[in-house]
T-cell receptor, first 111, second 112 residues
């Protein structure tokens, strides 16, 4: 598995953009970057994924560096409900697409 | 509802008891996963099914843990002779293809 490194916690003001970094320097060419988040007492929720191009959906944007060794998840206008643990994952394929979670980044959105 | 459901949501067991945790995946989803999440940590992979076939059980911590999905839809995770270290949230996820996963709310197991 390619391992990921994320800061343990971050703060963001409500209404501002939240930029969550992730390092995955050992990613291989066919591995995708996935982001999930987990709000307190809920199961993880899929946010977005990408291979090498930047991606955007209704929840967030994903910026992947050209060398693919790092990425940034952007929540363009953070709200209090975005307070959660955010997991950056490099998807391993072992015939089952086993997803390995790390410790994630705990994002606190403050009013 | 259209999401993954799990039951019970909370389970308290005495040490040594057997427990069974149920997962109802999203209809039509081929892949089903079980994860264990200890307090303050990320989810850890336990096992994976594709339809009724258990293709990966490398994460099951001991032979006291057993999972089945006999008809390729509902799955049950069984833990025999529960121990205190089994206390955790057990998460089930399903996926149409094994990529993006849809998680249930989890079952919080407390072993006394």
């Amino acid at each position: 598995d390619a391992k990921t490194t994320q800061p343990p916690s971050m703060d963001c003001a409500e209404g501002r953009a939240a930029n969550l970094p992730c390092n995955h320097s050992t990613i291989s060419g066919n591995e995708y970057v996935y982001w999930y988040r987990q709000i307190h007492s809920q199961g993880p929720q899929y946010i977005i994924h990408g291979l090498k191009n930047n991606e955007t959906n209704e929840m967030a944007s994903l910026i992947i560096t050209e060398d693919r060794k790092s990425s940034t998840l952007i929540l363009p206008h953070a709200t209090l409900r975005d307070t959660a643990v955010y997991y950056c994952i490099v998807r391993e394929y072992t015939g089952g697409f086993k997803t390995i979670f790390g410790a994630g980044t705990r994002l606190f959105v403050k009013a | 509802g259209a999401g993954v459901s799990q039951s019970p949501r909370y389970k308290v067991a005495k040490r040594g008891q057997d427990v069974a945790l149920r997962c109802d995946p999203i209809s039509g989803h081929v892949s089903l996963f079980w994860y264990q999440q200890a307090l303050g940590q990320g989810p850890e992979f336990l096992t994976y099914f594709q339809n009724e076939a258990q293709l990966d059980k490398s994460g099951l911590p001991s032979d006291r843990f057993f999972a089945e999905r006999p008809e390729g839809s509902v799955s049950t995770l069984k833990i025999q002779r529960t121990q205190q270290e089994d206390s955790a949230v057990y998460l089930c996820a399903s996926s149409p293809s094994g990529g993006s996963k849809y998680f249930g709310p989890g079952t919080r197991l407390t072993v006394l």
